[in-house]
């Protein structure tokens, strides 16, 4: 299936034959066609591309009996041929998916649903992402505006007692005009902070000192649930701090971090590592890691690696800790919340 807001495209292929002539659907007349496809056959697979359409087409496919997959995103036109469109994508997707029933499993790469309760707690947290990003930029046009006028001003020019002395020295049309961004920045603000302060009061007592409450809950609800993982590989993968190589023959070369996988869970992993350099400095991992990030003359760029690499372990260390493979003392953590 290809996905779109008013539309679903659908090629449908029977008992591993060859790609049907695509249809065009209705969500409410797919349905309908999807719940007649069940009727005639054993079982029924589809499957769509992970999206802006989010997973409640999903749900509603497995509610009816529709063995459906969500797949990543991916170009469906390998080739290059240059003709890519709707009816292409769905019947590239239904030839994967028929590899995929047959038992090849390496034809797509299947992406995990949250369930709704995961979802509407990543939603809180990915807005109060967005709801920065907003203010950034509108502080950003206002700084804009300013230097059109000859004023070069840094970041957080709108705050009240900056404005108050920058105020005074600009002309009468030039304020008028930044008072609408003010404004607009005061009420983002707000909701920021409020968000912030329910992510902060939602977070864990109990968890290593570094880990503040913001960064806990946006690393638990990025991940969602822990016991997914299968193995450290599977969790070091997910972060995208994995190094790539490329290799062919006898020429070997190192990459640099693949990125691959969640970037929001990244930054705060990467956001936590610096942190464990102040608080944590008697763990076991920065006992490891601290010949280079201690060491004065260790350049830039080691340390950047040093703090990926403590990045990347520390999710591994987090997935032991919340699948009740380690206890934070054999970790060498130090824990907040914890009397005694």
């Known amino acids: 299936m290809d996905v779109h807001a008013d539309s679903i495209v659908v090629v449908r292929i029977i008992e591993h034959s060859a790609p049907q002539p695509a249809q065009k659907f209705t969500k409410e007349k797919f349905m309908q066609w999807a719940q007649q496809q069940l009727t005639q056959a054993e ?68 992406v995990r649903p949250p369930t709704p309760a995961e979802e509407q707690e990543r939603a809180a947290s990915r807005q109060r992402e967005q709801l920065k990003r907003e203010a950034k930029r509108v502080a950003a046009q206002g700084r804009g505006l ?33 008072e609408v961004f003010r404004r607009l920045l005061a009420a983002i603000t707000a909701e920021l902070n409020i968000a912030t302060a329910a992510l902060e009061k939602a977070a864990p007592a109990v968890r290593p000192v570094g880990l503040g409450g913001l960064t806990s809950e946006v690393i638990e609800r990025e991940v969602g649930d822990w ?14 701090l994995c190094g790539g190589i490329s290799s062919s023959g006898n020429t070997r070369q190192l990459l640099p971090i693949t990125k691959h996988g969640n970037a929001r869970l990244r930054t705060a992993l990467i956001e936590l590592a610096w942190r464990l350099v102040l608080w ?14 201690g060491n004065p003359k260790a350049t830039k760029g080691a340390k950047k690696k040093a703090i990926v690499a403590v990045a990347r372990q520390m999710a591994v260390d987090l997935w032991r800790w919340r699948t009740g493979k380690v206890k934070p003392e054999e970790l060498g953590w130090v824990m907040m919340g914890v009397q005694g």
Request: aromatic share 10%; proline share 2%.
């Open 280 to 293: 944590q400095r008697d763990c076991k991992l920065m006992k490891r890691w601290w010949p280079v990030l």
């Open 43 to 110: 079982s029924v697979h589809s499957c769509y591309e992970a999206g802006p359409f989010g997973y409640g087409l999903h749900r509603d496919l497995l509610k009816i009996g529709v063995k459906n997959i969500v797949v990543q995103a991916v170009c469906l036109d390998e080739r290059h041929t240059g003709v890519n469109h709707d009816k292409s994508d769905a019947k590239e997707l239904a030839m994967r998916l028929d590899r995929y029933v047959a038992g090849n499993t390496h034809a797509v790469a299947i």
């Open 146 to 178: 300013l230097l059109t006028q000859g004023w070069r001003e840094k970041k957080g020019w709108w705050q009240q007692k900056r404005w108050q002395k920058l105020q005074v020295k600009l002309s009468a049309w030039l304020v008028e005009r930044l």
């Open 227 to 240: 016991s997914r993982f299968k193995n450290r590989r599977q969790v070091a993968s997910y972060t995208g």
